[in-house]
């Protein structure tokens, strides 16, 4: 299985200000994901990040607010910008491999005061 | 829309006391379904991918099925590290990667 390493794996952020959360694969993937796990609720997928193109949002997110690097097959960011209270959340980063079979980072638990 | 729905919502065992844990589903040509048991403050570890109707399988004291509208997470005999909450995901769309979870099960296992 994917190791997968996320960077910071929690913070706590003034309202207003941006934080960018990093994501390491310890082997090449093709597809990486970026998930949001709010309190209480389940995973919402953010966005798909795919290597040498823009990276495709799930309705509700926009790319302005969750901006999404993919520079190589190991690694990606996401910055959660101008931040507010509600985007108080676990983060998490996620690859697949074979077809189906997906794996997790540990997260980042971001609080907004 | 895929949909998943869990039940409970959470469960308290006594240690050795088993159960079931279920994951209801609607999906548009399902992929996969996914079991992951989640600790407090990590990510989701994977558990199980169940692809076709009819389909088990077992990790140590954990069994998982499959029927075309729900799945089963079959806990037997179990021990207090058991405790974590567990959560079901399904792959649908032909093409696409992208998982639909449920809220999950907190299961709590008292010695």
């Known amino acids: 299985s994917a190791v997968i390493s996320q960077k910071p794996s929690r913070d706590i952020c003034q309202r207003g200000t941006s934080l960018t959360i990093q994501c390491q694969v310890d082997s090449q993937v093709t597809m990486m994901f970026w998930y949001r796990q709010q309190p209480g609720q389940s995973l919402t997928l953010i966005a798909t990040?795919?290597?040498?193109?823009?990276?495709?949002?799930e309705s509700g997110f926009v790319i302005d607010k969750f901006p999404i690097s993919r520079p190589n097959l190991t690694f990606s960011t996401l910055t959660v910008s101008n931040m507010s209270p509600e985007d108080s959340s676990i983060y998490l980063c996620?690859?697949?491999?074979?077809?189906?079979?997906?794996?997790f980072g540990q997260g980042t638990r971001l609080t907004v005061v | 829309e895929d949909q998943v729905t869990q039940s409970p919502e959470a469960l308290r065992l006594q240690e050795g006391e088993s159960s079931s844990l279920n994951c209801s589903y609607t999906v548009s040509g399902l992929r996969g379904l996914f079991w992951y048991r989640q600790d407090p403050g990590k990510g989701p570890e994977f558990l199980f991918t169940l692809y076709s109707a009819g389909e088990e399988k077992e990790k140590e004291r954990l069994k998982a099925t499959l029927t075309k509208k729900e799945s089963f997470l079959h806990i037997t005999a179990p021990k207090p590290e058991d405790s974590a909450t567990y959560l079901c995901?399904?792959?649908?769309?032909?093409?696409?990667?992208?998982?639909?979870f449920g809220k999950g099960t907190k299961l709590s296992v008292i010695p």
């Open positions: 995901a399904v792959q649908g769309r032909a093409g696409s990667y992208q998982l639909t």
């Open positions: 996620s690859v697949t491999q074979g077809n189906t079979e997906a794996f």
């Open positions: 990040a795919n290597q040498g193109s823009e990276a495709t949002y």
